[in-house]
């Protein structure tokens, strides 16, 4: 649920009179920023860190370091692609920019399909997962604070870093990064819609 979060911090530093390209590639990785589980992001990359785990045995602080000499480089290239191709078009490509995360135009339809889903256990979205021996449990567990879909709904339309970690670990799991984006007017694999056939008359 980091994406969304991202997607603020990017957004509160986009301005049409000025933006320091810098200044937003090294927010981004700057090692105070609270994520939404209380924690920095150095807090989290020293928890994860094990000098015997190949997968986490690097310094975080040295990954870090390595991260805001990238955002500065990235900065110093938007630096050039603005005097190239203006601000607002650079703007404005940003504002576009849809990767399925909140603040995007397709997050309303992720978020509709996904609270169709949890409201209906034979819902397309858990062909995947319905066989699963979690499934059951989780589809009956929904956490308190989010029990009302109205209130999920609101929540996932301000942005899902303000529910829970509870509630947000929920969604995750009924994987809501997966919901269908597909319009379905033909086949679709993910939901098991098949191709459809021409009539015998055509």
Same mark, same amino acid.
């Not at 649920?1 to 986009?14: D, G």
């Not at 480089?73 to 630096?79: P, Q």
């Not at 308190?144 to 209130?151: K, L, N, V």
């Given at each position: 649920?980091?994406?969304?979060?991202?997607?603020?911090?990017?957004?509160?530093?986009?301005?049409?009179?000025?933006?320091?390209?810098?200044?937003?590639?090294?927010?981004? @990785?700057?090692?105070? &920023?609270?994520?939404?589980?209380?924690?920095?992001?150095?807090? *989290?990359?020293?928890? %994860?860190?094990?000098?015997?785990?190949?997968?986490?045995? @690097?310094?975080? &602080?040295?990954?870090?370091?390595?991260?805001?000499?990238?955002?500065?480089?990235?900065?110093? /290239?938007?630096?050039?692609?603005?005097?190239?191709?203006?601000?607002?078009?650079?703007?404005?490509?940003?504002? +576009?920019?849809?990767?399925?995360?909140?603040?995007?135009?397709?997050?309303?339809?992720?978020?509709?399909?996904?609270? /169709?889903?949890?409201?209906?256990?034979?819902?397309?979205?858990?062909?995947?997962?319905?066989?699963?021996?979690?499934?059951?449990?989780?589809?009956?567990?929904?956490?308190?604070?989010?029990?009302? /879909?109205?209130?999920?709904?609101?929540?996932?339309?301000?942005?899902?870093? *303000?529910?829970?970690?509870?509630? +947000?670990?929920? %969604?995750?799991?009924?994987?809501?990064?997966?919901?269908?984006?597909?319009?379905?007017?033909?086949?679709?694999?993910?939901?098991?819609?098949?191709?459809? /056939?021409?009539?015998?008359?055509?």
């Amino acid at each position: 649920m980091l994406p969304p979060l991202l997607n603020r911090i990017v957004r509160s530093m986009l301005s049409f009179d000025h933006v320091n390209w810098i200044g937003l590639g090294l927010a981004i @990785v700057n090692p105070s &920023r609270v994520l939404p589980t209380g924690q920095s992001v150095l807090e *989290l990359g020293l928890a %994860c860190h094990n000098p015997d785990d190949p997968a986490h045995e @690097v310094d975080p &602080r040295e990954e870090l370091a390595e991260m805001a000499q990238d955002a500065i480089a990235w900065g110093r /290239t938007y630096c050039l692609r603005e005097k190239e191709f203006g601000l607002r078009t650079l703007i404005e490509f940003f504002c +576009a920019s849809d990767n399925d995360w909140f603040g995007t135009p397709s997050w309303g339809r992720i978020v509709d399909r996904f609270l /169709t889903a949890v409201d209906d256990r034979e819902n397309a979205h858990w062909r995947m997962h319905r066989d699963e021996p979690w499934f059951d449990d989780w589809f009956t567990n929904r956490p308190a604070d989010i029990a009302d /879909t109205t209130e999920l709904r609101r929540l996932l339309h301000a942005g899902p870093d *303000l529910l829970s970690e509870e509630a +947000a670990e929920w %969604c995750v799991d009924g994987a809501i990064g997966y919901v269908c984006r597909d319009d379905h007017a033909n086949d679709c694999w993910r939901c098991g819609i098949p191709l459809a /056939t021409e009539s015998p008359n055509e």
